[in-house]
């Protein structure tokens, strides 16, 4: 089974005169590299209807026109793994995503991800792009994720993705006691040294910006919302980090537990036990790519997370009492 895909899109003028596979990832971010390649070379991907190789340069104002069959993604299984669906009609799924869950099969993950689980669900993902998965989530991080149910859904959400109208909102517990809110413009890259972790870098970064406000703070804790403009791999942590609030749990960003002085034993048990970073998707607003209308979803911090801010809360009240 395929499904005919057909998309049009302008290239901007920061991405001028690079080449086009490169341009091209950019701006179909739903295909990976090696798809997009592909339908270069098969003439399905054209600079101004002009073939191209993936090599040529393209510039600015040129249009970039996809006009291809996506085929079923034979090599995804679909496994019967629980989904907590939050929103389900013919257009989307939006599911509240738990921790430990690997959003896409790669190596080492190649079952047991949130596209086994959604195709299990609904087949019919099998000849949407990426089983229908418009945007992520790390392993750990929980919250909500919505999913596109068909080619046209999938499209407009992309869209909205790019053009940043898609509000989200995530709520984290970060070590350190902020003074205030504030926001993070930096651009993220791969770190020079750590091919496996994300950093802020001078030199050939994305931009990236992370709006966070002070929702609650402790003795040792901040409780924070953050709100992202740009939606960049570990975005949040690797900002909170960058600006020495690294988040509770996050062992990649923050390194070893920070133990507060004086701590009772539940609490330094808690902070060691916690095993991920705290940071939970609690809020996701969009246009509906069937109805048109705005709307959104919102969904409680996890079991853990609601537990580390009680014995947060009573270290404080304990401290106070003392």
């Known amino acids: 089974m395929a499904e005919s895909i057909d998309q049009t899109v302008i290239v901007p003028e920061e991405l001028s005169d690079q080449r ?11 295909f990976s590299r090696s798809r997009l390649q592909g339908w270069i070379k098969s003439g399905e991907l054209t600079a101004d209807n002009q073939p191209l190789r993936p090599r040529d340069k393209v510039l600015d104002g040129q249009l970039l026109h996809l006009q291809a069959e996506v085929q079923d993604e034979q090599r995804w299984q679909a496994q019967p793994i629980e989904l907590d669906i939050v929103h389900e009609d013919d257009h989307i799924l939006v599911i509240n ?38 945007h992520r989530l790390d392993k750990d991080t929980t919250g909500l994720m919505v999913v596109a149910k068909n080619l046209a859904a999938h499209n407009d959400l992309v869209s909205q993705l790019q053009s940043r109208s898609v509000r989200r909102e995530y709520v984290a517990i970060a070590h350190g006691v902020m003074a205030a809110g504030g926001t993070v413009d930096a651009p993220i890259g791969r770190h020079p040294r750590k091919r496996q972790k994300m950093a802020v870098v001078d030199f050939g970064g994305k931009e990236a910006i992370t709006h966070y406000r002070v929702e609650q703070r402790f003795f040792a804790h901040t409780q924070i919302s953050c709100h992202l403009e740009t939606g960049r791999t570990h975005q949040i942590r690797v900002h909170m980090a960058h600006i020495r609030y690294p988040l509770v749990g ?31 998707a609690r809020r996701l607003g ?33 401290r106070r009492s003392n």
């Open 20 to 30: 086009f596979d490169q341009v091209a990832a950019h701006l179909f971010p739903d």
């Open 97 to 134: 995503k738990p921790t430990n869950l690997v959003v896409h099969p790669a190596a080492g993950h190649s079952e047991g991800t949130l596209v086994n689980a959604l195709l299990h669900h609904c087949a019919d993902l099998a000849s949407v792009p990426r089983a229908g998965v418009v």
């Open 250 to 280: 996050d062992a990649l960003y923050g390194g070893r537990p920070r133990l507060p002085k004086a701590a009772d034993a539940e609490l330094i048990d808690c902070l060691r036990q916690f095993s991920r970073q705290a940071l939970h």
């Open 286 to 318: 969009l246009i509906h790519p069937g109805s048109g209308q705005e709307s959104e979803w919102q969904v409680d911090m996890p079991d853990d997370m609601q537990k580390l801010t009680e014995i947060l809360s009573q270290d404080v009240k304990h």
